[in-house]
Structures are given as structure tokens and as C-alpha cells.
């Protein structure tokens, strides 16, 4: 069974609820896509991480991974290492909902390693409408970072695609709801 085919297996059996919820963007859906409970598995994350290396490893620039906490979170750790074991330096960042309430006041965690310019992938488990995505975008940017794309776990395909590639960005996923429901 090939990584992509356990990965997916993996995001089924964790992640995926038939189950009325709120999303993040208001709105009403009769399923979810728990996005945590694939990256924080121990071979969900160890394939997260390869895959979404494997999803980034040729676009040029790319020198850092990050995203809004909580979901970006393990995804960046994830991709770093996987690209550390490739033999390339790849730092993860992770972006705060609010900026730190005490010390430096930062919004950013990792910006040691983030030199003004360098470029990024914003990364995330579940794309909906790319709200997310693109308050992510715009953090890491006022930051002084150069966003290249994103790159997602699941998109729900509700818009979020053609919502980041309208703002000039690229969004690459590991798969579409399609692809793991049908």
C-alpha cells in the first residue's frame, strides 16, 4: 500500500465524521474533517510530514513551513524533519491566533530562523473556504515573509481553491473530499 493510500485510510478512520458541526466559517455542514486527529497519530503525522515535503520540495524559494496554530502546527514539525532527513533545511513556524501576551509580544514562534524575505508555505489540515488560509497569509507576510503557496491536508472543495488562487496565491491539497468520501 502505497504512503498516499495509508495516509488516506488513516484521515477515514480518525478524521472523517458524518456529524452535523459549525465550521470555522459559520458555516453548517453535515460532515467534518477533524484534521488533528490524522497529523497527531504517530504514522498519520510521520506520512503528513513526507507527503506534504514530497507536495514542496521543488518549488523554488521554499525554505520555511507554517501556519495558524493549533492545525499548522504538526504539519509544519512534521514537513521540517521530513525535509531534515532529505538533507535540507526547511524551519517550521507557527503563527499565533493573538499576538503573546507577555515578553516580546510576538506573533510569530520560529522567527529566529526567518530572516525578512525568506519564503514560505503556508500550510493546513482542512481548507473550506481559505479564510484561514489567507489570515494566515497576510500575518506571515506583515511579518515580512515571502508566502509562496499553501498547501492542505484536505480541501473540503467549497470554494476555498478558487477564494486563495483569486488572491494570487496556489493552493496544493494531499486530497479533496472527493477523494476520500467520493
Not at 44 to 72: Q, S
Amino acid at each position: 500500500m502505497s504512503d498516499r493510500d495509508k495516509l488516506k485510510q488513516i484521515i477515514l478512520e480518525l478524521s472523517y465524521e458524518k456529524r452535523l458541526v459549525t465550521l470555522a466559517s459559520g458555516r453548517q455542514s453535515d460532515f467534518y474533517f477533524d484534521g488533528k486527529q490524522t497529523t497527531l497519530h504517530a504514522e498519520g503525522g510521520f506520512l503528513v510530514g513526507k507527503l506534504f515535503y514530497e507536495a514542496i520540495r521543488d518549488v523554488a524559494g521554499v525554505e520555511a513551513v507554517g501556519g495558524i496554530t493549533l492545525g499548522a502546527d504538526p504539519i509544519a514539525t512534521a514537513t521540517s524533519i521530513a525535509a531534515h532527513l532529505d538533507g535540507r533545511k526547511m524551519h517550521a513556524f507557527i503563527i499565533r491566533k493573538e499576538p503573546k501576551g507577555h515578553g516580546t509580544g510576538q506573533w510569530l514562534e520560529g522567527r529566529k530562523n526567518l530572516p525578512p524575505g525568506t519564503g514560505v508555505v503556508i500550510v493546513e489540515d482542512v481548507v473550506t473556504t481559505g479564510g484561514s488560509s489567507m489570515k494566515a497569509v497576510r500575518r506571515a507576510e506583515e511579518e515580512g515573509l515571502k508566502v509562496l503557496g499553501i498547501v492542505t491536508l484536505v480541501d473540503r472543495e467549497e470554494g476555498g481553491r478558487e477564494n486563495i488562487e483569486a488572491e494570487g496565491y496556489w493552493l496544493k491539497a494531499l486530497f479533496t473530499k472527493s477523494d476520500i468520501v467520493g
